[in-house]
């Protein structure tokens, strides 16, 4: 049986391409209602976006330089949404 992988749909940019890699992950997700990424805080999720970034970067760009886009953009994400009042009883 003839088996592809499956790539990525094509980003434009290394932030985009980061953040799509942490979603796949399961390491972020979006604020239901206004849309923000949310950083799980799950160690494994994490280790598996950075697996991810080693195993399959963006065309040009080295294990490496993946890797800390992951973690830049990873670094730059609250586990809060800056829209949701404090203390909201959402799933924000």
Not at 22 to 34: S, V
Not at 68 to 91: F, H, Q, R, W, Y
Request: proline share 8%; charged share 25%.
């Amino acid at each position: 049986m003839l088996m592809t992988k499956e790539r990525r749909p094509a980003t434009r940019t290394l932030r985009g391409w980061a953040m799509s890699v942490l979603q796949e992950a399961g390491a972020i997700h979006e604020c239901e209602e206004h849309g923000w990424a949310k950083d799980r805080a799950d160690p494994h999720s994490r280790e598996l976006a950075f697996d991810l970034a080693r195993q399959d970067p963006p065309i040009g760009v080295s294990a490496a330089d993946a890797v800390a886009d992951v973690c830049e953009v990873l670094n730059s994400i609250g586990d809060t949404c800056p829209e949701c009042p404090p203390g909201a009883n959402s799933d924000c």
